[in-house]
């Protein structure tokens, strides 16, 4: 019985964190001119959290559960060379167009969500089963940093060409991995949380690499130094965000 009611408090808490894809929502009844004056600052909230996301939460969680810094370091680097790769054919393949407007960095995004919230179902998992307690605590946390880097991947998604109604669709879809990994680490609680803090590391490398190569770039394209300054700032506030996340939780 009491397994079974921690496997409802796993399910709740990653459809819960699974709702946090809807964030976006809020841009639904804004007019285009509208959102197209926020897109870039969600694009430049996005790099700062992504940066952060990756630099004070991925790699520093990761180090704690592989003493090797070795093979983090290799699984970065694997994860940063296999998003350069995946980009560079999703371009060739779906772009031959010079003015092609659908940007291949909205498919890295998805799959590199996709990923993150995997590993953060399993987390969720892991401190249900530790306590109830502890895992509504750690819920909470991952809930925290979980809505503005959401805000942040919605912008990406409609700046990639994607329509406001498709970005929500497919920012849920990704989203919602968090439900298969609190499954799973239900299910597999060993296996998967092994396997967890090798996939760590390698979506870390993804995450640097669509904020140095995607995101920071379209930044410099901005021509008004008003705007350049206001998307800086923005970005500092990314980071800002997810650096106090995980200084004062602990997340």
């Known amino acids: 019985m009491a397994q079974i009611s921690t496997l409802l408090w796993i399910l709740g808490a990653t459809i819960l964190d699974g709702l946090m894809a809807f964030a976006g929502a809020v841009t639904l009844k804004m007019s285009e001119k509208t959102l ?8 430049a909230f996005a790099a700062g959290s992504m940066l952060a996301g990756a630099l004070f939460h991925l790699i520093p969680e990761a180090m704690e559960k592989i003493d090797k810094p070795l093979t983090i370091s290799a699984l970065i680097l694997a994860g940063f060379l296999i998003f350069f790769i995946v980009e560079r054919y999703l371009h060739w393949h779906h772009c031959h167009d010079p003015d092609c407007k659908t940007h291949p960095v909205t498919t890295l995004v998805i799959f590199g969500d996709s990923i993150h919230n995997l590993i953060d179902g399993v987390v969720i ?8 307690p502890f895992g509504i605590v750690t819920t909470a946390v991952i809930l ?22 498709k970005a929500l669709a ?3 879809m990704a989203q919602f991995t968090c439900v298969i990994g609190g499954v799973l680490g239900y299910a597999l609680s060993y296996y998967t949380q092994q396997a ?3 996939l760590l590391p390698f979506a870390a490398g993804g995450f640097l690499y669509i904020a140095a190569s995607d995101l920071i770039p ?15 700032a923005v970005f500092c506030v990314g980071l800002a965000f997810m650096i106090a996340i995980k200084v004062f939780a602990g997340a």
């Open 36 to 43: 197209n004056k926020i897109v870039m600052i969600l694009v």
């Open 125 to 132: 998992a892991a401190s249900f089963m530790i306590s109830i």
């Open 144 to 165: 925290g940093h979980e809505l503005p880097q959401e805000l942040g991947n919605f912008g990406i998604l409609v700046y990639g060409g994607y329509s406001k109604q």
């Open 170 to 172: 497919y920012n849920a």
């Open 196 to 198: 967890s803090a090798y």
């Open 218 to 232: 379209e930044m410099h394209k901005e021509p008004d130094l008003k705007k350049v300054m206001i998307n800086f």
